[in-house]
């Protein structure tokens, strides 16, 4: 290399320097306006996360987070030697297992059927009330069930009576917990669900179904050759994007139905970390616990990744 | 499109639209089931078990709701956070989304990415309930809305939509003299009302539904929003009946009053359903995630 391109390769390199700081400077009005937002990200999100320092620490409101001394790993030890510990895991995990295996395949069967409905009339009125649920709070659809399945005039339990059966305590019962919850998050979610398959769905070339049709394939063989297929990568994705979830699993659904007779079945990370931590102050404890679910959680998104580029599918990042 | 006229094509098609109808159906029997529940007597509801469509009409439920103010306190704070918040998040929300999709400027990625990881990983309740501690909003509304202001998702979609605008109206509004808040607010904003109302419609839903921070945050029932009035009438049975300086001697709030409370929190969401519906019906607004 002589002399004058290593200059040349000064010269534009610092010319590309300043371009960048000339752009900056162009759009200094841009940045001002993401300025708010990121002012929201940083304390809202990324202050939390340094926060989460509190569980190596034995933390004490009026000494803050920076003044705490710390304990190192005592919280966690702790936390794998609770008692509580692995019932709570089982209890998480099986909550998780449920909406992977039960919940997330209705969804797809859902939009499956959907796409093969030709009226369009009839198919934007079943989808119209089939989202309905997605935009009630969980206080709703809990409250609803609620008002059903209670023992004191609960229609449900009416009914059963009316045909008689015995009244069933579903609401304070721990083998109804889970049935239940499986099946509030159906109602809720399961029409919601079908809106990205049916996107993916109606990008599909219609010249396909043609021509399996000039093969005389029947509309099932067409399904599952087709339409299937043609969304798998969109089913990879979300599941990828679910158990990233996992750990996330509605706090707010499962706190509302929990309570004392059900508390064994029903008791998440989720409201255990409210519990100990709000109810009873112990932040940093509650902390480990948020920590070691979060990290769990982290930890099974990566692997799933993992897993589908392996499996010659995209990933999500 | 040629149709499949076989029998088999057929049978599918009996089946398959039997099926959904009965799907549709049962989805949305609960609601019909709680409206007409409210709008009945007690005794009806307790004799005809099943009630979808009341023969005995009765306001009563509602006139015992309305008979104190708790409902009327909960309802206002309601509006309030929702009308307040939909505002803040949605100045948030586009101001940002705009910034971000702009293509050529430097730290764009860095800046998304800080934004994206926010979605796979957190600092959990714990953290997030000190920092709002914090930041002084413990008790009182802003509690609702500030840690809170933009959603990830919302932002996304309103970005994807403002990149897909033409580039050359923002480039001859700059020739013609007008600054970058200035071509926000003059072209790119009218240009976006759909998108706009949409997300809009989405965080006034996220905020009318707005449960959780309510109760992590806020002790002083004055300023509890209807949903936890809601879940301390139905979930708890307490909040009105236990509350005797409020209502006296009246009974503990019977079915017919509890489906009523339902449908108050519910009718706005309801009310604004059908403009919501139009837009993701389409699927264009998740369609443009993958942007």
């Given amino acids: 290399m002589n002399d004058k391109a290593v200059e040349n390769m000064y010269v534009s390199k610092s010319n590309r320097r300043s371009e960048t700081f000339r752009e900056i400077k162009k759009n200094r009005l841009i940045y001002l306006m993401i300025l708010p937002g990121m002012l929201y990200f940083i304390i809202y999100k990324y202050f939390p996360m340094y926060g989460l320092i509190i569980a190596f620490q034995d933390y004490k409101p009026y000494l803050g987070m920076t003044g705490s001394p710390w304990v190192g790993f005592e919280h966690f030890e702790r936390l794998f030697t609770d008692p509580m510990f692995w019932s709570i895991f089982k209890n998480t995990l099986i909550l998780f297992g449920m909406n992977l295996l039960i919940f997330f395949p209705i969804p797809i069967i859902l939009s499956l059927m959907l796409n093969e409905v030709r009226i369009t009339k009839f198919k934007r009125t079943v989808q119209t009330l089939v989202y309905i649920p997605h935009f009630m709070s969980w206080v709703i659809i809990v409250s609803i069930g609620y008002v059903m399945l209670t023992m004191d005039g609960g229609v449900i339990n009416e009914l059963l009576v009316y ?27 399961m029409g919601w669900g079908t809106i990205i398959y049916l996107a993916a769905m109606s990008a599909i070339d219609p010249q ?86 979060s990290f769990i959680g982290l930890i ?12 010659g599918e995209e990933g999500i990042y | ?53 009341p023969t005995d009409w009765s306001l009563d439920a509602y006139r015992f709701i309305f008979s104190t103010d708790t409902i009327f306190r909960a309802l206002g704070v309601s509006i309030l ?131 959780l921070h309510a109760i992590l945050y806020l002790n002083d029932a004055d300023k509890w929003p209807v949903q936890v009035l809601l879940r301390q009438i139905v979930v708890l049975a307490t909040g009105m009946n236990y509350d005797s300086a ?23 969401v309801l009310m604004v359903y059908p403009f919501l519906q139009k837009h993701f019906a389409k699927g264009a607004l998740l369609g443009s995630i993958k942007g």
């Fill in chain 1, 163 to 189: 045909f008689g059966f015995e009244k069933i305590n579903f609401l304070l019962n721990d083998s109804w917990f889970r049935p239940m919850y499986i099946l509030q998050v159906i109602w809720r979610e």
């Fill in chain 1, 208 to 293: 396909m179904y043609e021509a399996a049709r000039m093969d005389g394939a029947s509309r099932m063989r067409q399904m599952w050759h087709i339409t299937l297929p043609s969304i798998r990568t969109v089913i990879v994705v979300l599941v990828i994007l679910k158990i990233g979830d996992v750990l996330e699993l509605g706090f707010e659904h499962v706190y509302l139905l929990l309570n004392a007779m059900n508390r064994n079945v029903a008791e998440i990370f989720d409201t255990y970390v409210y519990t100990v931590g709000l109810r009873q102050g112990q932040f940093s404890y509650s902390t480990a616990v948020g920590f070691f679910k």
């Fill in chain 1, 300 to 311: 099974l998104v990566m692997g799933a990744n993992w897993l589908s580029k392996k499996a």
């Fill in chain 2, 1 to 53: 499109m040629v149709h499949d006229r076989t029998l088999g094509s057929r049978m599918f098609d009996i089946v398959n639209y039997t099926l959904l109808a009965i799907i549709a159906m049962i989805t949305i029997l609960p609601f019909i089931h709680v409206v007409g529940g409210s709008f009945t007597t007690s005794a009806e509801l307790a004799a005809r078990k099943f009630v979808l469509i």
């Fill in chain 2, 81 to 211: 956070v929702t009308a307040g918040g939909t505002l803040f998040s949605m100045l948030l929300t586009s101001l940002m989304a705009y910034g971000l999709s702009r293509r050529n400027l430097p730290f764009r990625s860095t800046m998304m990415f800080v934004v994206i990881f926010t979605m796979l990983f957190n600092g959990g309740m714990i953290p997030t309930f000190l920092i709002v501690q914090y930041t002084g909003l413990l008790d009182s509304l802003l509690a609702l809305v500030i840690p809170v202001s933009i959603n990830v998702f919302n932002m996304i979609i309103l970005k994807s939509f403002f990149q897909n605008l033409p580039e050359g109206l923002e480039e001859s509004a700059k020739i013609d003299g007008c600054n970058d808040i200035g071509i926000f607010s003059r072209i790119v904003i009218p240009l976006s009302m759909p998108a706009i109302a949409t997300i809009s419609l989405f965080y006034a839903v996220t905020y009318w539904n707005t449960y």
């Fill in chain 2, 246 to 268: 409020e209502f006296g001697d009246t009974p503990p709030p019977d079915q017919t009053v509890k489906m009523a409370v339902i449908v108050v929190a519910t009718i706005p």
